[in-house]
């Protein structure tokens, strides 16, 4: 199993709600990452979670809270989310944090109304 | 930070002919330069990868070239079909791919003529 699987493919939510995005591999990969996708940009690290630890925020606002319940698993929490954020949110796996290929899912596409 | 740069945002080519992507990157520590290609609704998916200790690597009908003291790499697809139509991003990495994560260029959009 080479996967890794997001839910939901499409979510829309107000500015006031709270919601959450849903990730898991697998594969034993121990790092696991979200990555925010803006249309025709590339992706853009916000969390690394290494060995189920918060390892890097890339200076991401509070309103996305990540979570890495177990090793498969990676949650990231919204709300009070503005329309500018936006975006396709995607998760990734890799063997370690130490380097190694990024296997993405297909992405949360995220419209904030 | 990294920076990497990315050419042309946009290439457009007739089935059977080949295509070049070129990347520069700031950072001589980077070491590892993976390319990633994304098709409409789907996310990024590794296509090939070459790291600092290789010059040239080959998968087929893809190609990947890198001059560390020029700080450039590239990607080349030769015999091009329609299915490599998608969204090629480069991208470079001082831990090999690691903890800080991927620096991506801004991609190139493949249009791949019948």
């Known amino acids: 199993d080479t996967e890794v699987t997001q839910t939901p493919k499409h979510l829309v939510m107000g500015m006031t709600n709270k919601k959450s995005l849903k990730c898991e591999q697998h594969m034993g990969h121990r790092a696991m990452y979200w990555y925010k996708q803006k249309a025709k940009k590339p992706p853009e690290l916000m969390f690394v979670y290494s060995y189920e630890k918060l390892s890097i925020n890339e200076s991401v606002p509070s309103r996305f809270s990540p979570e890495c319940p177990n090793s498969s698993l990676l949650n990231l929490h919204l709300h009070a989310l503005q329309p500018e954020d936006s975006a396709l949110y995607l998760c990734?796996?890799?063997?370690?944090?130490?380097?190694?290929?990024?296997?993405f899912g297909e992405g949360s596409r995220l419209t904030v109304l | 930070g990294e920076n990497v740069e990315q050419h042309p945002s946009t290439l457009s080519v007739q089935e059977g002919d080949s295509a070049v992507i070129k990347c520069t990157y700031s950072d001589s520590a980077s070491n590892y330069f993976p390319w990633y290609k994304q098709e409409l609704g789907k996310g990024p998916q590794l296509i090939i990868d070459i790291r600092s200790n290789v010059g040239e690597k080959k998968d087929q009908r893809i190609a990947v070239t890198l001059n560390k003291t020029a700080k450039h790499f590239s990607l080349h697809i030769t015999e091009t079909q329609p299915e490599d139509s998608a969204v090629y991003f480069c991208a470079a990495s001082i831990s090999g791919g690691g903890a800080d994560g991927l620096t991506f260029g801004k991609g190139t959009h493949l249009i791949i003529q019948p």
């Open positions: 990734a796996s890799s063997h370690t944090s130490e380097g190694g290929e990024l296997f």
